[in-house]
């Protein structure tokens, strides 16, 4: 059982292409009390020379013994002479969707304390009991939007807020080794309470997992989503062009095929984005968008916020011009303006509404788009005024694209249709992992 524990640990410091300084996330329970301790042990030796370990407790001070749980983590990695902080969630905390929350906090933290420590990627504890978990829930709540979203289940590794990897090198394991492994090495551990809290959704997925002996099967492999994410990216460079964020005309020959999955998903994940989503269109959307794009007759259909346009020129994607926003900005404040762009004032105070007066419009229409698409995109369009009359004068605001689907989570097996949705879009591309995985394969 420990040499499984050991030999996971030895593998995932050989994945790395360089060695690099691992920020590893320990709550003080087995899974990543193992983590530490088995990655402390495989970067002793002479082979794996060059990294080095720091470690961070989140406080979510969600119970009162959450303190006193943090200090004890500080004084194990002391023990191993690995570098400890603790971060603390300070300030009220929701009433719903509380795990949620905890967990946009605790990464928010985790990068913070990274930067400080002077980490290059984060190391976390997730095992394959926390994979089956996951992908009965998202089965559950069918989740995948019948584009597969979730049928790989976690990805191994995962880039949090465009800037720095999360890696799971126990993935693959169960927490029954994981724990024979700390008993061997004669250390315990603490046990949340709210893993068994019926109250939570894992905690119940859990209880039925442990009763049935049931073991979810994933649908897709993590090489198949990766295959399916090239194939997606490749559909979309060839086959959709962007303007100004705004819409997408997608060419005629893929504007009704909702029959091939990996098109279908790079459709809809498109769709997410003009359309200031964090997830796909729901399953029945998609049912419903499938039998209006299988027509050859030219029509409009709206879904999730974004207009389906399908003309004989193309099939035309923009944001629907309902419930837009009006964001007011500080100067030199930054805000996200309906999902779709992220709004940086310079140095005046502003205000961002939607429609810009027929520049967007005559802008379009120059671009090559048919009038009537110009003419209901540009509705749309951050319409961007400083808050002040009289103040005209130089740059006002830095304006960029935001992809809510993969800029806060992005699974590494769908880097490489996040970068190609990324480019059409005018952004950079995302960062690479440190380490060879499967999508680092199939690119060379």
Not at 29 to 48: F, I, W
Not at 57 to 85: K, M, N, Y
Not at 310 to 331: I, K
Not at 399 to 408: A, F, N, S
Request: charge should be neutral; charged fraction near 25%.
């Amino acid at each position: 059982m420990s040499d499984a524990v050991l030999d996971a640990a030895r593998i995932f410091l050989n994945s790395f292409i360089e060695p690099r300084r691992l920020l590893v996330a320990v709550s003080g329970g087995s899974d990543s009390k193992g983590l530490l301790l088995a990655l402390h042990h495989a970067s002793q030796t002479e082979a794996r020379k060059g990294f080095s370990l720091v470690a961070c407790t989140i406080d979510h001070r969600l119970r009162p013994e959450s303190a006193s749980e943090a200090e004890a983590v500080g004084a194990f990695c002391t023990s191993l002479g690995v570098p400890h902080r603790i971060y603390r969630w300070e300030g009220d905390k929701p009433r719903t969707g509380l795990q949620a929350a905890a967990r946009n906090k605790r990464y928010e933290l985790l990068a913070e304390a990274a930067g400080a420590l002077g980490a290059e990627c984060i190391a976390t504890g997730h095992t394959l009991d926390d994979q089956y978990e996951t992908i009965a829930m998202r089965g559950a709540r069918g989740a995948e939007g019948g584009q597969g979203q979730g049928g790989a289940g976690m990805a191994a590794t995962v880039l949090y807020g465009r800037r720095i990897w999360v890696l799971r090198p126990f993935l693959g394991l169960r927490r029954t080794a994981i724990r024979a492994f700390l008993e061997a090495e004669g250390v315990g551990w603490s046990d949340d309470p709210s893993n068994v809290n019926p109250v939570f959704e894992r905690a119940r997925v859990r209880a039925d997992l442990a009763a049935s002996g049931d073991v979810p099967a994933l649908r897709w492999s993590a090489a198949q989503r990766s295959a399916s994410s090239v194939r997606a990216a490749a559909l979309i460079s060839g086959h959709v062009r962007v303007y100004g964020a705004l819409v997408a005309e997608i060419a005629v020959p893929l504007a009704g095929k909702m029959d091939d999955p990996d098109w279908c998903r790079g459709m809809m994940s498109l769709a997410a984005v003009l359309g200031g989503r964090d997830h796909l269109p729901a399953g029945a959307t998609v049912k419903r968008l499938s039998g209006f794009l299988k027509s050859d007759h030219p029509g409009r259909m709206t879904a999730a916020r974004v207009v389906f346009d399908r003309r004989s020129s193309g099939l035309y994607l923009y944001r629907e011009p309902r419930n837009l926003p009006v964001l007011d900005l500080r100067p030199g404040e930054r805000g996200l303006w309906d999902g779709r762009f992220t709004i940086a004032s310079l140095d005046s105070a502003l205000t961002v509404s939607a429609g810009d007066g027929g520049v967007w419009q005559q802008r379009l229409i120059d671009a090559g788009l048919p009038k009537g698409v110009a003419m209901r995109a540009s509705q749309v369009a951050p319409h961007i005024v400083p808050a002040e009359a009289g103040n005209t004068g130089g740059d006002t605001a830095k304006v960029e694209c935001r992809i809510g689907l993969y800029d806060t989570f992005l699974p590494g097996f769908d880097r490489i249709m996040a970068d190609a949705i990324a480019v059409l879009f005018g952004r950079d591309r995302y960062p690479a992992p440190p380490v060879h995985d499967v999508l680092t394969e199939l690119e060379g």
